[in-house]
């Protein structure tokens, strides 16, 4: 039997919940949302789920600002508890990032978003343990955090249902025939209709994309977070921080257990099939990072590597989302590429591709990201070069 709904949403990471939350809030709509595995099986499970407002392209900042507010006070605005903690964001880069760095505090201040270039005295009283030895420039925004990446997805995804939205797990879909206004899904649970479609598959967009003759612009790539513990005790309210001085721009967060989470935002290794994707990290990793963070935090010298996975990018060739409906394919939809830092853009994103799907203007605007900008030569390029930084 063919089950009906006004919308379909594929994959259930932080994307495709936050949009079927947002849906299923607006009231009116029959809301399915389809998840091969379970909620939060995919890239968002691996997230070090850094929610800071610090970015360079305007887009994005205004998505991030947006969404910090959510993250913020979560229970209130969406319900359930996500795990925020506020610490503070401080960036380290070489000193040819100090102008860049400036313009866009500039802007960012503009919007009332609270970012400043610091001294070194004045980063080391926030955080003791670095080292400014070797830093052109330190900037700090003062309101981002962290949260909980699992609680997140499964908060969006509970709220969708208790709004009356229908989520099936275990549910792959193997194809989608497009016929005029009512579009087609086949899954290995079944056949299910709907004349809007949202694809928020992540790295698996090229599968979708295959379905139905389109080729998304991004690329796959394996990264790894590998978590150290030192002896020095590492305050929860740690600021992040940003070393854009490392050719691997790293980044490390606090997390409970008095272990550090270090990720990296650059290219990372090629990843073709990201149903490939191990979890093993090599020792030539930890030891390279470890010289990194030793650098940066003297302290870091002898750490203990206590654990490390790897997760997937979705790269776009400006390292920025598309999102938007896909061109000649009327109620169809797409949220692919978020390039390493989509999580903290979700709450926004979720919400504005709800409005445009039911035909409202959205609150924060989403068109920047259409896929159509390629063509257009009007891509997003951020100031501080490559990188999940944008
Ligand atoms: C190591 C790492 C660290 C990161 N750290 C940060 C950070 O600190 N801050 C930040 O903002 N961003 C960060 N990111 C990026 C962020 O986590 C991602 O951009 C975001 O989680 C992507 O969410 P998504 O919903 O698009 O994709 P996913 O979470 O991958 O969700 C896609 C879902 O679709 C499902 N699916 C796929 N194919 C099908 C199909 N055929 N049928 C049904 N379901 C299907 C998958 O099972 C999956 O659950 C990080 C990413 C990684 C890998």
Known sequence: MTKTADVIVIGGGVIGTSAAYNLAKA?????????RGDICSGGTAKSCAIVRTHYSVEANMVHAVESLKIFADFDNRVGGEVGWRRTGYLIVGPESHQEPMETVFRMQNKYGIDTAVLTAKEAAEKHPLLSFHDV?????????????????ATAFANRAKALGAEIITGTEVTGITLDGGMKTVQTNQGQFQAPQILMAAGPWTHDLGKMIGVQFPYVNSRHKVITLKVNTPYQLDYPIVKDLTTEDKIYFRSETGGVVLVGTGDHGDPLDDPDSLRDN???????????????RMPSFSDAQFTAGWTGPYDITPDWNPIVGGVDGHDGLYVAVGF?????KLAPTIGESLSQLILGQPPRVPIDMYRMGRFAEGKTLHGAYGIGSIS
């Open 27 to 35: 009231g009116g709509q029959k809301v399915l949302l389809l998840e």
């Open 136 to 152: 052109g420039v330190i900037g700090y925004d003062s309101q981002a955090g962290y949260v909980d990446p699992y609680l997140t």
């Open 281 to 295: 990290v090599d020792m030539a990793h930890v030891e390279r990072i470890g010289a990194l963070m030793a650098n």
């Open 339 to 343: 390039s390493g830092h989509g999580f």
